[in-house]
């Protein structure tokens, strides 16, 4: 991993701003980098503190962004639900009507 994806990130404009795009971009480099690759004479306390910051930001806004799919996911299973007992009521409708249809061609013969 290396630390040029915090080098360039505002820290203080991420706070404030909630960059979103910049987190993302990060993302994969904090992920998949691999930290003890790094020379650590071109490591220094700084850019370290950034990159760490860096990527309480991204776990932060990950957590958001789980709890967020969490909420949809249980509104779609309410409408789902809410449709489901619609679909099952207009399916009864139509049993009682064809039963009802039935009934009534059956007493014309």
């Not at 639900?81 to 679909?87: K, N, P, T, V």
């Amino acid at each position: 991993m290396s630390a040029a994806p915090a080098h360039d990130v505002d820290m203080c404009a991420q706070v404030r701003e909630t960059d979103i795009d910049t987190l993302e971009r990060c993302c994969a480099a904090m992920a998949y980098g691999d930290l003890q690759a790094e020379d650590p004479c071109s490591l220094s306390q700084t850019s370290f503190l950034r990159l760490f910051r860096l990527a309480q930001l991204t776990v932060e806004y990950l957590l958001h962004v789980q709890d967020r799919l969490v909420w949809e996911n249980g509104v779609l299973k309410v409408e789902s639900c809410a449709e489901g007992s619609r679909i099952h009521r207009g399916s009864v409708s139509l049993h009682v009507f064809e039963r009802g249809r039935q009934t009534r061609h059956g007493m014309m013969q």
